[in-house]
């Protein structure tokens, strides 16, 4: 039979095959137990694994990743949740000094295998805090890994990855794709490398980089503009930190111009930082300048205004066009 | 049990051996052997002469910042005695005396604070965290790493340390109400030495005592007098036993006093009066075992004056290995970011090396 899942039930069954093959795992956060989350992405381990190694907590982030800290030092490999990315700052500090810093400062007598995983972005009509896009707050820290995945297969496969890395990976799932779509999902373990990019497409007009849900309206807006005889490469950067400078390079010095495409504010984003390592290591091949599509520098707006702040395939499609025929 | 009979809310300190080297309750002497109480005099020695001679090297230019510890060594090192080997201890930042209990070597230590991360890579056997800087963020870890070993089964403990000022902070409330819920063992050593910097202890808590929180997070409490080494000890050995019987966490509130600067680049002289420091002076945690052993016919002028030479002129020794020669190599500066080093820090790593190697030094 095959394995067709949504995003939500590959991340359950990656969760699930992981705890099987290694017992140091432990799962817990707020409503992550008993309920299996409140996007049930937990759903069921507790009643496989058992209260010890999937629980409950008081509601404190700060406490949620900071006993991580302590118990991935103890020899476990803690998976926490946060509920929503938008409640991770009072972790901030816990992320910060310590998570990201606990090799370094020890110079390699303790390390962290740990995740921290996190529904966040916005397009499910949700209340204030629910919505927003903070993986570039995150994958400035040295010492912190950023993934996000764009589909039920590389979900899977990515967290996977992140709990066997020995550091300490944030795993950010784009929430309004959690139920999205489904997709043929190998059975058992299979991981795809942190670090590395996925030419989704290859194209030979102009390179967009995507990743977490606008991947798939990126993909529409390729659609939009294949009857214009515009030929996209797409890149899904699946790990926001440390980035995979080597798969859009390669392909600006191909396409010669370069489009990104995030959820997340413009100013001082992850897009910013692809734009200057194109100019670092690509710009005599450069026809167009290198252009973002992002989220306002704006608060997300609440539910009546949220199709205005994300970026629409039409808008994806227009600003193709606009690269392709500066 | 002392818990019951010191509950915080009656704000009663327990001690045991006055200001004078007097033992208030015969009862209450701590099981400790001949060799036992000259090992923790000596090391309370060791722990001030080290920070004597760190603030001596600092004022002619050779070390850096430093954070002493004068006045709370009883509180640190009676603690801290209490725990095993295989016990874990996490530390905030002013701890030297437990550090040296727990084993860590003063090469590491000096390291650490003439500002090297080498001092912070403990030997391998030795259960201590680095330094915590933020303050009461070390807690959380305290709590997980006592939550991990119910979830493992094993028997060993965690000691924490916190000062005054960090009881105020949300990882307090946070870890020691994880640590109540999961029933961690766990046990928290608020080191209240009056001051945060400059900030007196009343204005952290209109609490009439610290030690008196445990009280809603549903873990007992006590108030000890924490220059007092024997209180210091049976209080933490009794937490001890708790944690590792089973019952959950303990909050140990030592009252002491920084008789010193919060660090080098702190001046206390602005914010408290000599009488104030004058009347702790009294309250020396070392002059008073020094006159119990004394009584006891343990030691003697002489002794004192011998152990005080040796440990200085090892204090000396340790610090000249490091001085001058501990600056950073390049590569470790970059070498344990991740396990592996990523392509950018790789790029960054040769870019530089080139650079200097092109003798633009």
Redesign the interface.
Known sequence: MPNTLNMVQAINQALIEEMNSDETIVVYGEDVGVEGGVFRVTADLQKKYGEKRVFDTPLAESAIVGTAVGMAINGLRPIVEMQFSGFSYPAFNQIISHVARMRNRSRGKYNLPMVIRAPYGGGIRALEHHSESTEALYAQIPGLKVVIPSTPYDAKGLLISAIRDNDPVLFWEPKRIYRAFKQEVPEGTYEIPIGKAKIIQSGEDITVVSWGAMVRDVQKAIEMVKVKDISVELIDLRTIAPMDRESFIESVKKTGRILVVHEAPKTLGVGAEIISIVNEKAFLYLEAPPTRLTGFDTTFPLPRGEQHYIPTPERIAKTIEDVVRY | MIFDEYNPLDNKIYQVLDENGNLVNDKDQPNLSDDELLYLFKTMLYERTIDEKALSYQRQGRMLTYAPNIGQEAAQIGSAYAIDKDD?L?PAFRELGAWLIKGVPLKNIYLYWYGN??G???P?DIKM??V???IA?Q??????????????GEKNVVMTYVGDGGTSH??FH??L??AA?FNAPVIFIIQNNQYAISTPRKVQTKSKNLAVKAIAYGMPGILVDGNDLFAMYNASKAAVERARNGEGPTLIEAFTYRLGAHTTSDDPTKYREDKEVEEWKKKDPILRLELFLKNKGLIDDKWVENTKAELEKDVTATFEEIEGKSDTEID?IF?????KM???LEEQLSEYKAFLEGGNK
């Not at chain 2, 807690?139 to 939550?147: E, S, W, Y």
């Not at chain 2, 070498?335 to 396990?339: A, C, D």
């Open positions: 874990w996490v991360e080498w912070s890579h403990f391998d965290l680095p915590s800087v933020p963020s807690l959380q870890h305290a709590t997980g790493i006592g939550m991990a070993n119910n979830i493992k949300g990882d946070e870890a109400n994880f819920v470790d070498k344990f970011t991740y396990e990523t392509p950018q």
